[in-house]
């Protein structure tokens, strides 16, 4: 083989060597972008119809909610309305398996109690944490039991922010105060502790109900 030939050789195996690095690099793209697109699937409508019923379930079964917020007792409405907070949002998050599935229950949530009790539009913003924390651990909602993390942090993660709201961004005088102070027992902190693992707990519970519940669904064809 002549020093021409062997020049062509080389360059047509160059040539080859290219295509094929841009080959691989393109099926890579396609399949981040697959990735991303199975992790960030946009809703349906029937998503959002099925996610509102169950928000209906969640707040007709938390109808007790104007009964606890007048009891001076930290923790006492998270421990109230926890079982219920956990098991219907589990099966809404199994049925509609993407992201801001919580959000967009929260959301239909706290448009009815924000009439109750104001405080509970913190609601979203607990969603949105333990929605990063889920997509941070189990990277999307395809495991039970990233379902179920969900739903066990989910209404437990409202008692420190309902903490630093009368504590913080609250403003009131007089008597009022003095409420505030037995309602949240600032001072009790074994009080604080002894509720926040009663309510996750509790949360635990439900939201493993609540996945059961779900796979039960499944079997019995509806749930799909």
Known sequence: M???EKAIAELLESLKDSKNTEELYNNDRC???SATKKV???FKIKDIVFL???TTCTLITG??????????VFGIIQLGLGLQFSIFPVIGMMKVRKPFSLLLQSAFISIFLAFM??????LLVCSIVVELLTLIVFKGYKNDWACVFSGTLYMPMTMPLLYMYYN??????????S????????KNYGMIIGMTIAVILLCFVGSVIGMVIARELKKAGKLK
């Open 63 to 72: 109808a007790i909610m104007p009964l606890l917020v007048n009891i001076p």
């Open 40 to 42: 960030f699937d946009k």
């Open 2 to 4: 002549t020093d021409r």
């Open 168 to 177: 913080v961004f609250y403003t009131i005088s007089g008597n009022e105060k």
């Open 117 to 122: 009790f104001p405080p509970m539009v913190l």
């Open 31 to 33: 399949d981040n972008k």
């Open 52 to 54: 509102a019923i169950i």
């Open 179 to 186: 409420a505030v102070s037995m309602f949240i027992g600032c």
